[in-house]
């Protein structure tokens, strides 16, 4: 066989060992992962459910949550109590496209009503489906929210209601980088930071941000 025979061999042996050391490399990944979890779990006194978990509870009617749009499944789920409220906090993987996205979601039960609606951080494509839709839930009252932020709900006049001018400006106090995506289903708030999965050492914290928007949320809807 000559040389030039071997060269799609050897490719192909490269691509198999690639391949190998990626999926090797994932798999010990995922168990340091789920070790740390466990570990901050103890720490804050979580109950720590593994992929155990078949996900909160979200109102059928309304699918105002990246849960109800995805096909996706929950991993290092825990819970407990953060800033006096129910939560549970995991990781969320889902496909988008051609891409596997994960996700650090804290997700807080509650017993009010508050209307569905996903609040997020406004892009470029935002502005530009505005011309077409109008969907985006704005604020004569502060322009640097509507500015900021995109508010959508099938049920616009509760969520005016709910987005009180104290509750607008919160949310303008919150710094840019953050990135927070917040949705509402029945008696369900879920966070995340879009397309981020948190580091385990950061959880504590995640967990003292998320909660302090909730409980402001829920206070604007009493």
């Known amino acids: 066989m000559s040389n030039d025979n071997w060269i799609p061999f050897f490719f192909f042996g490269i ?6 050391s990626i999926v090797l490399w994932a798999a010990r990944y995922s168990r340091k992962r789920t070790e740390e979890f466990v570990r901050i779990a103890q720490q804050l006194g979580f109950s720590f459910l593994g992929d155990k978990w078949p996900g909160p509870v979200l109102a059928p009617a309304h699918k105002t949550c990246v849960i109800q749009r995805t096909r996706g499944k929950f991993h290092n789920v825990m819970m407990g109590s953060s800033g006096g409220l129910a939560v549970t906090l995991s990781d969320y993987t889902y496909r988008m496209g051609k891409s596997t996205v994960t996700l650090t979601l804290t997700s807080f039960t509650h017993d009010q009503h508050l209307p569905p609606f996903e609040l997020r951080a406004e892009n470029i494509f935002d502005r530009i489906g505005e011309a077409f839709s109008h969907r985006d839930i704005d604020f004569d009252s502060n322009p640097d929210f509507s500015r900021r932020y995109f508010l959508r709900s099938p049920d616009e006049a509760s969520t005016r209601s709910l987005f009180t001018t104290g509750l607008l400006s919160y949310f303008e106090q919150i710094p840019r980088d953050k990135k927070w995506h917040i949705e509402s289903s ?3 708030l879920i966070l995340y930071r879009y397309v981020q999965m948190i580091k385990a050492a950061e959880i504590p914290s995640l967990l003292d941000e998320s909660s302090a ?4 949320i829920l206070s604007a809807a009493r």
């Not at 691509?15 to 190998?20: E, G, Y």
């Not at 928007?213 to 402001?216: L, V």
């Open 186 to 188: 029945a008696h369900t």
């Open 213 to 216: 928007i909730a409980r402001t």
């Open 15 to 20: 691509v198999i060992t690639l391949t190998i």
